[in-house]
């Protein structure tokens, strides 16, 4: 053994049909400025904005996390941060689409 102990971690990561763009939209977050809650918030609407509605099919969005405030412990978000970051996400959508709208 070397004796050197280094640390591995993931800032964000992307898998499925839409990870190169979830990936871009990823690495734009400053995450370390960022609490988890917001963090959710932001993957939601990442998760939102990727899916295309023509090609794909409807979704459930699942969200999970896990920190120090989990003991360490991969846990389903709870429902009141589940809806939060739906609604947040939904929001952020609608937004988008009312600017494009705009510059028409």
């Not at 499925?16 to 990823?26: I, Q, V």
């Not at 003991?71 to 009312?98: C, I, L, T, W, Y």
Request: hydrophobic share 40%; proline share 1%.
């Amino acid at each position: 053994s070397s004796g050197i102990n280094a640390e591995y971690g993931y800032w964000g990561c992307a898998a499925g049909k839409a990870k190169s763009n979830a990936k871009t939209e990823l690495e734009k977050i400053k995450m370390a400025d960022m609490t988890c809650a917001e963090l959710v918030k932001e993957a939601a609407r990442i998760i939102y904005m990727v899916h295309d509605e023509v090609k794909d099919k409807m979704f459930e969005l699942e969200l999970s996390w896990v920190g120090e405030f989990t003991n360490g412990v991969h846990q389903r978000v709870p429902e009141k941060v589940h809806a939060e970051a739906e609604k947040f996400a939904k929001s952020a959508m609608e937004e988008d689409s009312d600017s494009d709208e705009d510059m028409s």
